[in-house]
């Protein structure tokens, strides 16, 4: 593996001096140059290694604020189901419960209606043995009555 040089290395750099070679000062100017570039270029991989860092670091922030959510969520769809089946349940308890009591309410009723017609036809029974007995009476005075001669008024 290439060991990476750093901005340093390339301004400490010294050639040696060959017969007709480069000029000296233009190869120093251009690793000045290439040092400053490479020395920015350092930078920057810095900052977006630091950025990288703090956007993975986010990332998993808003996976575990995702995770968190989603759990959340279930819990809640959870929750509103048993809710909802509860309230189902309850319903359905209410219901047959004012069944019973309806059909309670209505058999006694009809109960109340059948003694009430019973006491009723007893009633027009006893009026019609009243009525009879009453005309029995009736003539027997009125019979009584006629086999009395009448008196004279003074």
């Known amino acids: 593996m290439t060991e990476w040089m750093s901005a340093l290395d390339v301004a400490n ?6 017969f007709k070679g480069y000029n000296q000062g233009e190869v120093d100017a251009f ?4 040092a400053e570039s490479l020395q920015g270029y350092a930078q920057q991989v810095l900052d977006m290694q630091r950025e990288v860092d703090l956007l993975r670091d986010k990332t998993e922030d808003h996976e575990k604020l995702r995770a968190s959510l989603q759990e959340t969520l279930l819990f ?14 309850q319903g359905q308890a209410i219901l047959a419960e004012a069944k019973g009591q309806a059909e309670r309410l209505v058999s006694a009723a009809q ?6 017609r019973r006491e009723l036809k007893e009633l027009r029974e006893k009026r019609q043995e009243f009525v009879a007995d009453f005309r029995a009476l009736l003539f027997r005075y009125q019979s009584l009555i006629g086999e009395i001669p009448e008196r004279e008024n003074p």
Do not use: P, Y
């Open 31 to 34: 690793l000045d140059q290439i």
């Open 111 to 116: 109960e109340e209606v059948a003694m009430a």
């Open 13 to 18: 750099k010294v050639f040696g001096r060959g």
């Open 76 to 89: 809640a769809q959870k929750s509103a189901e048993e809710r909802v089946q509860a309230a189902e349940r």
